[in-house]
């Protein structure tokens, strides 16, 4: 117990980065893959297939090579990122495919005739979005788009890898001078599942909140 106590200024310095890691992919995913994933659904067909190409390609790929293939290819093509930028970016490239498949997901489970039916009060294509479509659809969204949060939380451990002194980093750093692996290790499992149990948690009061809101 001393050992954690001892280490947690170091620890907490890591896992400062772990969220701040997290939440820049979070929010850039979100962002681009609400967009993209409009883009999917609506767009016209060669938007679709580039869309759909990104999507199954960068989904097929393990989240390790592509922080690698950004950390180290972009170099070569003489484009120079910090090992944070560049641990960011992959991390977002591979979050944003799975928030375009949620997004493509939650609008087609609504029907059709919801389009139609704002269309023929008047709204504009934006319009039933915003006031027809995502409404209905975000119950749908929530649940899969809070395990690509909770993903990107636990990916976020990969960025140790680049050298960015993550909760992850900072713990084997710890052991490197301690020599004592086991109680930092179930510090840092802890600290991983206290952040996505949470998460969990938040998903489920939302669920209800919008719930209770349409009954």
Do not use: C
């Not at 001393?2 to 310095?13: A, N, R």
């Not at 001078?177 to 998460?199: C, D, K, Q, W």
């Amino acid at each position: 117990m001393d050992l954690v106590i001892q280490s947690l200024p170091f620890v907490t310095k890591g896992l400062a980065i772990t969220l701040q890691v997290s939440g820049l992919v979070v929010v850039l995913s979100l962002l681009a893959g609400v967009i993209l994933g409009v883009a999917l659904t609506y767009g016209p067909l060669p938007i679709r297939l580039l869309v759909r190409g990104y999507s199954d390609i960068i989904r097929g790929i393990p989240v390790l090579i592509l922080i690698f293939a950004v950390y180290y290819g972009l170099p070569a093509l003489k484009v120079n990122l910090s090992n944070l930028t560049a641990a960011v970016a992959a991390l977002t490239m591979f979050t944003t495919a799975q928030v375009i498949e949620t997004t493509r997901g939650a609008i087609q489970s609504i029907h059709h005739g919801q389009m139609e039916a704002g269309k023929a009060i008047g709204l504009g294509f934006g319009q039933r979005l915003l006031y027809v479509i995502f409404p209905q659809a975000l119950r749908r969204f929530l649940p899969p788009w809070i395990n690509s949060v909770t993903d990107a939380v636990k990916g976020s451990a990969l960025v140790s890898l680049v050298g960015v002194v993550d909760l992850m980093l900072a713990i084997q750093q710890v052991i490197g001078r301690v020599y004592e692996p086991m109680p930092l290790y179930l510090l840092g499992a802890a600290i991983y599942f206290a952040i996505n149990y949470s998460l969990s948690s938040l998903s489920r009061r939302l669920e209800q909140h919008f719930a209770y809101i349409r009954e």
